[in-house]
């Protein structure tokens, strides 16, 4: 098994490092549409990159055919957090040319919010899916979503 980071909430940081990139778009017209061609073309990058990280945890956690109705919930957790996140982070850029510090600052709790918001729905729709696995699939599940691992430790390969 390779190194998981964060898998858990890895859609929260992929979409988090873009909140973190300033937004230099200018109030032209051809400003605007290149930065929503752009926003349009990161969005699309983030779901990919969640479609990738719920198809890697659904290998390395072993999913079943018969866990696979709890397994549709945690992905559309996934999904919809991603789409949460996406809509505060791209409120924060469509914003960002005319924000003061402190619009920043609220534009920042409101992606922050959005992160925990998601973690809490993640976690509740992957209890559903945790009480149905077997010991050895709940043992991965343990050692992927452990905060070592998410701190940059490595998951033992089996």
């Given at each position: 098994?390779?190194?998981?980071?964060?898998?858990?909430?890895?859609?929260?940081?992929?979409?988090?490092?873009?909140?973190?990139?300033p937004?230099?778009?200018?109030?032209?017209?051809a400003?605007?549409?290149?930065?929503?061609?752009?926003?349009?073309?990161?969005?699309?990058?983030?779901?990919?990159?969640?479609e990738?990280?719920?198809?890697?945890l659904?290998?390395?956690?072993?999913?079943?055919?018969?866990?696979?109705?709890?397994?549709?919930?945690?992905?559309a957790?996934?999904?919809?957090?991603?789409?949460?996140?996406?809509?505060?982070?791209?409120?924060?850029k469509?914003?960002?040319a005319?924000?003061?510090?402190?619009?920043?600052?609220?534009?920042?709790?409101?992606?922050?919010?959005?992160?925990?918001n998601?973690?809490?729905?993640?976690?509740?729709?992957?209890?559903?899916?945790?009480?149905?696995?077997?010991?050895?699939?709940?043992k991965?599940?343990?050692?992927?979503f452990?905060?070592?691992?998410?701190?940059?430790?490595?998951?033992?390969?089996?």
């Open positions: 098994m390779k190194v998981i980071y964060a898998v858990l909430v890895s859609a929260f940081v992929v979409v988090g490092a873009v909140a973190q990139t937004d230099h778009s200018a109030g032209s017209r400003s605007a549409d290149t930065s929503a061609s752009a926003m349009a073309a990161a969005d699309a990058k983030r779901d990919a990159a969640v990738k990280h719920i198809k890697e659904h290998a390395t956690l072993k999913i079943t055919a018969a866990e696979e109705s709890e397994w549709n919930e945690v992905a957790t996934m999904r919809e957090n991603a789409k949460n996140l996406d809509r505060a982070i791209d409120n924060r469509a914003n960002a005319g924000a003061t510090a402190v619009d920043d600052l609220k534009a920042y709790a409101e992606i922050a919010q959005a992160h925990a998601g973690v809490k729905k993640l976690a509740s729709s992957f209890s559903g899916l945790y009480s149905k696995m077997t010991d050895d699939q709940k991965l599940a343990d050692e992927v452990s905060h070592r691992n998410h701190e940059g430790g490595k998951v033992a390969s089996n």
